[in-house]
């Protein structure tokens, strides 16, 4: 037998498996490593968070990634030489935390790399027939692989859309195997540059799952933040955002868009909400001379209404008492303390943290993909049904070191 593939037959049986995840998401702030035990799979999975670190981007790397990221028209080569980059970066990333950590890389039996995504581009975003939804991640896992000595399972959106998703949200399956709880209607909500939540039900039943990206998270408040402060990269605490006032005009042209009528599940991501998006409502509802704080409070309002409305649909086709519903945050909008002021507003649900349920809101994503090469090499077994769009498949890629 080939000796990598004895490595992952070896790897596959073991009863715990250390995996290292990796996330790096549309805030591009920087690379979220978590190190992780992780028992069994599918339902019986069981994770221990052993370390976590963000290791953050520096001005080169962001400017770099901002440079293809998100854009129509970009430098072809610019792309090709960053996908090879990234996956270098991203392997010396890992390297550093290790050896922060003082942990021999030949603990480490996997490594779970999300790359980053310059691209997402599902069907009710381009609008065109003959293409299928499409995302792109970049970050090559050879070179993790090859660099760091440890098999890396990678791109693990490609099998989700070939499934027939939209390549996203796939933190559905990771919520599902951890946090599922027979008698609770749970709502794992995330709040990053783009907000996501999973519905549990309390039948704990895989085919009543749901999943879906909201909107906005915090994306728009960082771009705008950035435009006006360029030393800030985000409008801590709010603190810019609640001396200003809601723009009433203003946040009903930023929901007119055609978007939140498209019926749920839906994704998206900075190709649709970013600055030129908010500039021509600005235009659209005469409001381009609002403050900088009018803008950040209605933008922040923006995000809050339509993850309440998603929440809303879901509350509304349940046959569950609202009241019954826990909303579990996680990402960094978490931490925004107006966002979470108006959700509480809005929505009749109790609000906890993931951290409630043993799991740091903040390594929440990379977790979920160390879960989900767990299930490439051991799982695989659940079965979501073909009600709400979850593709019931194994995800990523594999590169061997050797
Ligand atoms: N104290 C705080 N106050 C306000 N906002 C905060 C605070 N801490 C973090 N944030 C917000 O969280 C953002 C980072 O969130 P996170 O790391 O979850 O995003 P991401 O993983 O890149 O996004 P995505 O999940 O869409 O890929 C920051 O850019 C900022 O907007
Ligand atoms: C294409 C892509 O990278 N999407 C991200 C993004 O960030 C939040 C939201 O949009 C979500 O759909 C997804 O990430 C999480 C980890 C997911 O797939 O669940």
Redesign the pocket.
């Known amino acids: 037998m080939n000796s990598n593939i004895e490595s992952l037959y070896q790897i596959a049986q073991k009863p715990t498996r250390t995996i290292i995840g990796l996330?790096s998401?549309?805030?591009?702030?920087g690379l979220d490593v978590a190190l992780c035990e992780i028992s069994a799979s599918g339902e019986e999975t069981e994770v221990k968070l052993i370390e976590f670190e963000t290791v953050d981007y520096s001005e080169d790397i962001k400017l770099e990634i901002r440079s293809v990221f998100a854009k129509q028209t970009i430098d072809f080569q610019k792309l090709v030489l960053l996908n090879e980059w990234i996956g270098i970066l991203h392997a010396n990333m890992i390297l550093e935390c290790l050896n922060k950590w003082q942990i021999d890389a030949d603990k480490i039996d996997l490594i779970a790399s999300h790359g980053q995504t310059v691209f997402h581009a599902p069907k009710i975003l381009h609008q065109q027939e003959k293409f299928p939804n499409a995302t792109l991640q970049i970050g090559d896992g050879d070179h993790i692989a090859v660099k760091t000595r440890i098999i890396t399972v990678s791109d693990f959106r490609q099998k989700h859309v070939a499934a027939g998703g939209e390549g996203a949200p796939l933190a559905v399956y990771g919520d599902y195997f951890l946090f599922s709880k027979k008698g609770e209607n749970r709502i794992m909500l995330?709040?990053?540059?783009?907000s996501n939540f999973t519905y549990l039900p309390t039948s704990s039943n895989p085919e009543e799952v749901f999943v879906t990206d909201t909107g906005t998270?915090?994306?728009l408040?960082?771009a705008f933040t950035k435009l006006h402060f360029p030393n800030k990269?985000?409008?801590?605490?709010?603190e810019i955002a609640k001396t200003g006032s809601v723009n009433e005009s203003l946040l009903e042209s930023l929901k007119s868009h055609d978007f939140f009528t498209k019926s749920f599940p839906k994704t998206t991501g900075p190709e649709l909400f970013n600055i030129d998006y908010v500039k021509k409502a600005q235009a659209q509802s005469n409001t381009t001379n609002i403050s900088i704080s009018d803008l950040l409070a209605t933008l922040t309002r923006f995000s809050a209404e339509t993850i309440a409305e998603a929440i809303h649909f879901v509350i509304n086709t349940s046959i569950y008492d609202p009241q019954t519903f826990t909303i579990y945050m996680s990402?960094?909008?978490a931490?925004?303390p107006l966002l979470v002021q108006w959700l509480k507003e809005l929505l009749p649900c109790t609000f906890a943290k993931t951290d409630d349920l043993g799991i740091s809101g903040?390594a929440k994503?990379a977790l979920l993909f160390a879960i989900l090469a767990n299930e490439t090499v051991s799982g695989g077994k659940s079965n979501f049904g073909k009600l709400k769009g979850i593709p019931s498949v194994s995800m990523g890629k594999i590169s061997f070191p050797y």
């Open positions: 996330m998401g549309t805030s591009l702030d995330n709040m990053g540059g783009i998270g915090n994306t408040s960082d990269s985000f409008d801590q605490d709010a990402g960094g909008g931490h925004n903040d994503e």
